[in-house]
């Protein structure tokens, strides 16, 4: 539209008739010419899981049944991934010796009840010089560990391997500490992975400056600055927990830097609670991330979902489309463009939901790309990963 570079729904010609329709219209016929512009239901389910957390078969404090019992019975999540450092925790055996590994899937194959509660097969991986640490998650309940040249290290090669395995998803551990984090202007395109851990107990990689942050920060290596590369990275979150509490809330005494008590939660949108269902939308990108707060939060731009590439006209118009329930009164549900707040809808504390559609018509770049940020009134926050729209 030549007039305008965003819309609403509300100037439409069904709508535009009831408002100048006389004496024989009322207000639920606007309501009703409204609500028939929304898209169908989502097909998807929401499912919260705790992705980043050690036991004590590296440097975590607890058994391995006490964690998964307690992301099972205490959380009450819906999945659960144990990932332990390879190398087993300063001066101890490594992942691979003394049983370490053959224990670790025995128990994910013990506490996987399908429809219940799901775990996934993973550890943290040392990823020396591109990543300083790598979460690898596993398809399979059962797998062999990733091991190179050198270990606490990949080659370019190496990395290049790894991320071509459809059996396996690579999530960077917060990129944006000074000690171990990562410089994405040095990082190519074809060595970004497709997710990242945008919240821990550490703190926010959101961007740089942002109110929540780790505690020594480095500009450049934030989950947007990715993005700003083109990378077509969507974002889970992960505790990152040494304690007793994956999934709840709690600061763990060490290591210090986890400075936050809020979780890291990841949820996915999925058809069923099954280890194939969770992997596969977590494959697509079809996930996101919060700091505690259980928030549902549907997002789609032509109805297609979080995660999603689409191919457009130039100036198409892109119906977005966003549905939020927080666990809390919400303070602000913000859509960001191109790393950039774009729409921001200042609920105030006045509900705990949230809904809204509004056009965008205006293409800014070959593509662009679109995700949403909430905010509730206690600060507890939620990330969408992206959705891409270039340009045919």
């Known amino acids: 539209m030549e007039a305008r570079k965003f819309d609403s729904p509300h100037r439409n010609r069904a709508v535009t008739d009831v ?25 998807y389910k929401v499912f919260w899981g705790e992705l980043h957390g050690h036991s004590n078969l590296s440097d975590g404090t ?24 390879d190398h087993g925790g300063v001066g101890r055996p490594e992942l691979w010796d003394v049983g370490k590994w053959e224990l670790i899937q025995d128990r994910v194959a013990t506490y996987h009840d399908p429809g219940r509660f799901v775990t996934l097969l993973a550890y943290e991986r040392d990823s020396y010089p591109w990543y300083n640490n790598l979460v690898l998650y596993y398809r399979e309940g059962r797998g062999e560990m990733v091991r ?115 979780p890291g939660l990841a949820a996915v949108l999925a058809t069923e609670l099954t280890r194939e269902a969770i992997y596969e939308a ?7 991330a919060a700091s505690g707060a259980r928030i549902v939060i549907d997002f789609r731009i032509n109805s297609q979902p979080m995660g999603s590439e689409l191919t ?47 056009y965008d018509y205006r293409t800014v770049r070959p593509t662009d790309y679109f995700y949403l940020r909430v905010t509730q009134v206690d600060g507890r926050q939620a990330w969408t990963s992206p959705i891409w729209v270039t340009v045919a």
């Open 19 to 43: 408002v100048y329709g006389g004496t024989g219209t009322d207000i639920s016929q606007m309501r009703e010419a409204r609500a028939r512009l929304e898209p169908p239901p989502s097909p």
């Open 62 to 85: 607890v058994d391995i049944d006490s964690y998964f019992r307690s992301a099972r019975d205490v959380a009450r999540l819906d999945f659960c991934a144990l990932s332990d450092h």
């Open 148 to 262: 190179g040249v050198a270990d606490g290290e990949i080659t370019r090669d190496e990395l290049i391997a790894l991320l071509a395995r459809d059996d396996i998803i690579s999530v960077p551990h917060h990129t944006t500490t000074i000690d171990g984090g990562s410089d994405f202007s040095s990082i190519p395109l074809e060595l970004m992975t497709p997710l990242m851990e945008v919240y821990s107990k550490w703190g926010t990689s959101e961007y740089f400056g942002n109110p929540n942050p780790v505690r020594c920060e480095a500009r450049g290596s934030a989950w947007r600055d990715a993005l700003e590369k083109g990378a077509r990275m969507g974002c889970i979150a992960g505790s990152d927990e040494h304690g007793p509490n994956p999934g709840s809330f709690g600061k763990t005494a060490a290591p210090n830097n986890l400075r936050y008590p809020n």
């Open 282 to 288: 977590l494959q697509a990108r079809r996930c996101y």
């Open 312 to 358: 457009l006209p130039r100036d198409a118009r892109k119906d977005i489309y966003t549905q939020v329930t927080g666990e809390g009164p919400l303070e602000t549900v913000t859509v960001v463009k191109n790393g950039e707040d774009y729409i921001v809808h200042h609920v105030d504390g006045a509900a705990n939901t949230f809904s809204a559609q509004f």
